[in-house]
């Protein structure tokens, strides 16, 4: 499975970021998806996740509710994650799949909050 997500960056804590990902029609419109994330030293975690109608999100995270936000454009075969007031713990490389995940991943984006 072909991801590629993009739209990560270095942004001051307080800064916005929209990270967006595309892949397969087959995989966008018909699983659920969720973006995840890999801080330096720590294991790859689900962020937040929405559902294969795109319907119902869930944010895995407690640290994001309020903050992020996950949607699914199904024209476009893309994932979106808009992400405001960030803080320097979001610092990670931010990655798609599908949920639960296949074992490729895409190359990840990097989100680098400055404090």
């Known amino acids: 499975v072909q991801l590629a997500e993009s739209g990560g960056g270095l942004v001051q804590a307080g800064g916005s970021l929209r990270l967006s990902c595309i892949g397969p029609?087959?995989?966008?419109?018909?699983?659920?998806m969720g973006w995840y994330r890999q801080a330096p030293g720590k294991q790859r975690e689900l962020v937040a996740s929405?559902?294969?109608?795109?319907?119902?999100?869930?944010y895995w995270i407690a640290s994001v509710r309020g903050r992020f936000a996950i949607s699914k454009d199904k024209p476009n075969n893309k994932v979106y994650l808009q992400m405001n007031d960030l803080k320097p713990e979001d610092t990670a490389v931010y990655y798609c799949?599908?949920?639960?995940?296949?074992?490729?991943w895409g190359p990840g984006t990097q989100v680098t909050v400055s404090s």
């Open positions: 799949n599908s949920v639960p995940a296949y074992d490729s």
């Open positions: 029609e087959r995989v966008i419109n018909l699983d659920a």
């Open positions: 929405v559902s294969q109608s795109g319907f119902k999100t869930d």
